[in-house]
């Protein structure tokens, strides 16, 4: 599947993220005993690991700030175990899903999707892989929809780590690769970047002159040529560490997998998945 980053993230990235963002999700989570916030997420995307730490989650999730990580890790654990919230999240995600989809939630397009999803990710493998190998351990949901969902997470979940090792191996920080993220426009907005990762201005300001002194940024915070270098080796390497699902699935069925999940992500955002001015792009 050629240029799996650019397909996952326009056709696939959205039937999972709408967790982060759907208030049926928050609902359910805070609704166990987890505090509004920032709590609800860094507990839901880590509890298939368990009552892990914050160094951890921190670790794991890369680009988030350590700092504000550990005002709600291991807090979350003493308010609800991994199992509530993980159970919560995923009743969640059916209320989330079926408001967005409507009548098409029990669609022929989702419960093919779904099939085809679960296939792409037999292909997938946990060596390197914590926060895919976590999720993998976890029990298949019943319903179609809620099949489709785990198995775009266990995909996600799968590059993401794989996009954190290529990270590493370029030398970019958590932060870094945030804002070198922010700065090609197809990702998160600056401001949203800040927010929901938890960074401050003068961090991002330290980080923006740091990236300046390596020639990575220009004056203007646009990536320069050797920057743009940078990120695209990262893609390289992520596309890369990526392909075992879709090799797996093979090019006929990864297409047709692309062709319905781009058209569900499609309904999705326009239901009003996600709030205006958090990306720079859209997501579908």
């Keep these: 599947m050629a240029g799996d980053e650019k397909r996952f ?9 709408l967790a982060y963002f759907a208030p049926e999700v928050d609902a359910a989570l805070t609704g166990i005993g987890l505090r509004p916030g920032r709590m609800p997420y860094f507990a839901s995307r880590s509890a298939a690991m368990g009552a892990v730490g914050p160094e951890v989650v921190a670790a794991t999730f890369y680009n988030f700030n350590p700092e504000v990580v550990a005002r709600v890790i291991p807090r979350a654990w003493t308010l609800a ?6 159970e ?5 995600v059916d209320k989330a899903l079926t408001r967005l989809l409507g009548d098409h939630v029990k669609s022929d397009e989702v419960a093919e999707a ?5 296939e792409a990710s037999d292909g997938c493998t946990g060596e390197g892989r914590p926060l895919y190998a976590a999720h993998a ?5 019943g319903e179609p ?11 996600r979940e799968y590059r993401g780590d794989g996009h954190i090792a290529a990270l590493v191996l370029n030398g970019l920080s958590g932060l870094e690769a945030l ?11 600056v401001d949203a970047a800040k927010l929901t990762r938890g960074w401050s201005d003068e961090q991002w300001s330290a980080a923006e002159t740091g990236l300046r002194d390596r020639g990575i940024l220009d004056a203007a915070g646009s990536l320069t040529e050797a920057g743009v ?7 390289v390497a992520t596309e890369a560490a990526a392909k075992g699902p879709w090799d797996h699935l093979g090019p006929e069925k990864a297409a047709r997998l692309e062709e319905l999940c781009r058209g569900l992500s499609r309904r999705v955002v326009e239901a009003g998945a996600f709030p205006d001015g958090v990306f720079a792009r859209r997501r579908a």
């Design 9 to 17: 993230k326009s056709a696939f990235d959205s039937l999972h993220a």
């Design 81 to 86: 175990t991994p199992e509530q919230v993980l």
């Design 88 to 92: 919560a999240r995923l009743d969640g």
């Design 114 to 118: 779904a099939e085809l999803a679960r």
């Design 137 to 141: 351990g976890l029990d298949w949901p």
């Design 145 to 155: 929809h809620l099949v489709l969902w785990h198995a775009i997470t266990l995909l």
């Design 179 to 189: 804002l070198t993220h922010v700065a090609t426009g197809r990702g998160f907005a």
């Design 229 to 235: 270098a940078v990120r695209d080796r990262v893609e």
